[in-house]
């Protein structure tokens, strides 16, 4: 559920950011300094290279030399996902009260990290929260481009079949570090995909209305924001095709339960054990496909997960 609290606001707490670096030396300094540039005053910027083969290393050897970030030793290849979770569980050994993902080629905004910190110090201690914001879309020379939208439902309907929350804009509390970093998968989309579903079934979702960062959109983006075009082709070919995709969503489910079902409150727990019986079962998926438990933001989205649903490719 989207948080409502009205509890006072402190802007106090330890925020560690947790930086994965891949070739990325030509907008690695911008977004350094804009890192440097925040207002919360106890930020702690941790970085894990995954293999570069440019002039990113140089970058960061010579920014740790100067006190101002902290540098992982393992350099090997995990891939971007894997690459964030072992940053998690790094930092799930610290004392840190807050997490926040940061990609290497975004720019944020001064107040990003006090405004997360203070959305998430409303919520009650010990509930697993996750903080996460609209951002603004630039191209490579931070030119206004537009902005993401706005989503009209957030919580765990919504996570099982798609991501509201951007990995760049997220910030977890430590109920959901923990939650997170004890029991993290060998295999999931994405990572920020993974963290969103797990705290809408165990915690809270914090959704910012107000743009947190620029948001850099050019060809080498792991993960952007495509052209209506770009995106309807790439979902014909993930759910139409052939081979890896076909069950994105239900293996994720499949994870979630498998990791967590002792933890999940009765009500979600039957919307997942539905979600994940419709694959061996043809009524149930027509179930599913009818049922409003789920839903995606946009219309033309939600009709074709519907679909999809009916042909077991979800």
């Known amino acids: 559920m989207i948080s409502r609290l009205t509890s006072v606001v402190s802007d106090s707490g330890r925020v560690t950011v947790l930086l994965s670096t891949y070739n990325g030396s030509r907008y690695l300094q911008q977004q350094l ?7 919360h005053p106890d930020i702690r910027i941790l970085v894990r290279d995954d293999g570069s083969t440019d002039s990113t290393v140089a970058i960061l050897e010579g920014e740790r030399a100067k006190g101002r970030i902290e540098l992982l030793e393992d350099r090997g290849n995990l891939g971007a996902t894997q690459s964030f979770f072992a940053l998690l569980e790094h930092a799930a050994k610290t004392e840190t009260d807050f997490v926040a993902f940061c990609d290497q080629d975004d ?58 929350a951007a990995g760049c804009t997220m910030m ?85 339960r498998q990791i967590y079902a002792r933890n999940i409150a ?3 727990l039957d919307l997942l054990e539905l979600f994940i019986a419709g694959r061996t079962s043809l009524p149930r998926r027509v179930r599913l496909a009818l049922s409003c438990g789920i839903r995606r933001q946009r219309r033309s989205d939600d009709l074709l997960l519907r679909l999809l649903i009916v042909l077991n490719r979800y």
Request: with cysteine; net charge positive.
């Open 33 to 39: 300094d804009s890192l440097y540039a925040q207002t």
């Open 107 to 164: 720019v944020w905004l001064p107040e990003k990290v006090a405004r997360a910190v203070a959305q998430l110090n409303k919520i009650p201690q010990g509930r697993a929260a996750l903080y996460c914001a609209r951002a603004e879309l630039v191209d490579e020379d931070l030119k206004h481009l537009g902005y993401t939208d706005q989503p009209r439902r957030v919580g765990f309907g919504n996570a099982l079949v798609e991501s509201i």
């Open 172 to 256: 977890l509390n430590r109920g959901a570090l923990l939650l997170l970093a004890g029991r993290l998968p060998k295999h999931v989309y994405i990572h920020d995909w993974w963290c969103y579903l797990v705290v809408s079934c165990l915690g809270e979702v914090v959704y910012d209305e107000v743009p947190a960062i620029r948001y850099r959109q050019h060809r080498e983006n792991v993960i952007g924001v495509a052209s209506e075009y770009e995106r309807y082709v790439k979902k014909y070919r993930r759910f139409f095709g052939s081979g890896e995709g076909r069950h994105w969503m239900s293996d994720q489910a499949l994870l979630l």
């Open 266 to 268: 009765p009500d979600k």
